[in-house]
């Protein structure tokens, strides 16, 4: 039964994609008219919903109170370290900028 139905479906696609009616494929007609952009959108919006779902699913009563019993404390300010600058400058580039921006400003 599945390699008649395999047989099926590689004959379905090939109809689709290379049978000429009337000097175009089904597959050309249905570009023509926006199907497969129209599909991409159903599709991707099934699959969003169903995502949404099951990020939304209600969770225990019990799992908030065990988790908080688990959870770390806050990081203090003296423990969070600040990020290295990305860029440093030499001395002369320094320079050059510093006085930029004070023939800049005048």
Do not use: N
Request: aromatic share 2%; glycine share 6%; net charge positive.
């Amino acid at each position: 039964m599945r390699k008649a139905l395999l047989l099926l479906a590689i004959g379905a696609v090939f109809a689709v994609v290379l049978v000429q009616l009337d000097g175009k494929t089904l597959w050309e007609r249905a570009q023509r008219r926006g199907l497969p952009q129209a599909a991409s959108r159903i599709v991707r919006g099934a699959l969003s919903w169903v995502g949404g779902a099951q990020r939304k699913r209600p969770v225990a009563s019990a799992a908030p109170a065990a988790a908080a019993g688990r959870r770390a404390s806050e990081p203090s300010p003296e423990r969070i370290l600040k990020a290295p600058p990305k860029e440093r400058l030499s001395p002369d580039d320094r320079a050059s900028l510093d006085h930029l921006v004070t023939t800049r400003s005048r």
